[in-house]
């Protein structure tokens, strides 16, 4: 088995489990699928494989999970995450006539947390630090939003508050220049694993191409060595995923999230 199969069985067997939603507010199961339901009212839609569905009953999966979230006047978004070396005929087809819709490919990159420390100075003018107050917190998502070209919203700053406030292990660190914050990230002990994820890395255009996203990466994977943990994972946009592999994380399969929203004939 080479070292890229037995990473992606590794992230397969340890985190394609319950592990996956620690922080839900519930996970209901219905077949080989997890519904977990979220803060903000958020819907995710997660499984360790689908059991060998076949192509002609996808469509009523799809459906049966969808409707799950309608029932729900709270859910107004919805994510199945979708990776690629699953056995899924059909899935792609039936969220589309379900009204999800794609966003972006991500790589799924997984490796040792050593090689993300190693030889790698923090720039000049740039301070590192863990955050917890509710005005970092809350300038640290509104600094994502922007570096994101999305809409400044309190809904992520909310959820991140909930779950400081449950001392869930997450910590949450931001790059700052001039007192600015200019980048951020999570880092994710993932329960009875050796792995931590490493999650909402978000740079803002001006400051990118600089190390700074590079040099928040080691902080926080300092901080996961330092709880005894080995291996890290990560979805990975392009921007994210050359500076991870230099650091020695491999690219193993590709997840896209699909999407569905409410709308108000829903």
Known sequence: MTIKEQYLRAYDEQLRTDAETPT?????????LRLAIYAGGLGFITYRDLGGTAAKDMLALVAE??????TNPEIDKVEWKVRTHDDAPGLHEALLANEFFPDDPESIMVG???????DVPV???VTLRKVTSEADVRAMSAMADTAFGEPVSTRMADSLLTRLA????????????????VSCGRLEPVQGTHFV???GGATLEAYRGRGIYRALTAARAQSALAMGKTLVHSDSTEY???????????????????YWRRSAAS
């Open 112 to 118: 040792p947390l050593e090689g993300l420390c190693d």
């Open 240 to 258: 994210s995923r050359p500076i991870l592999e230099r650091s020695g994380l491999m690219k193993v399969s590709t997840t896209t999230p699909y």
């Open 166 to 181: 449950r001392k869930d292990g997450m910590e949450l660190w931001v790059a700052e220049v001039d007192g600015k914050i």
């Open 123 to 125: 720039p000049d003018g």
């Open 24 to 32: 839900a507010i519930s996970v209901t199961r219905l077949g080989h």
């Open 197 to 199: 994820g490493i999650w």
């Open 65 to 70: 999970a969808l409707e799950f979230y309608r």
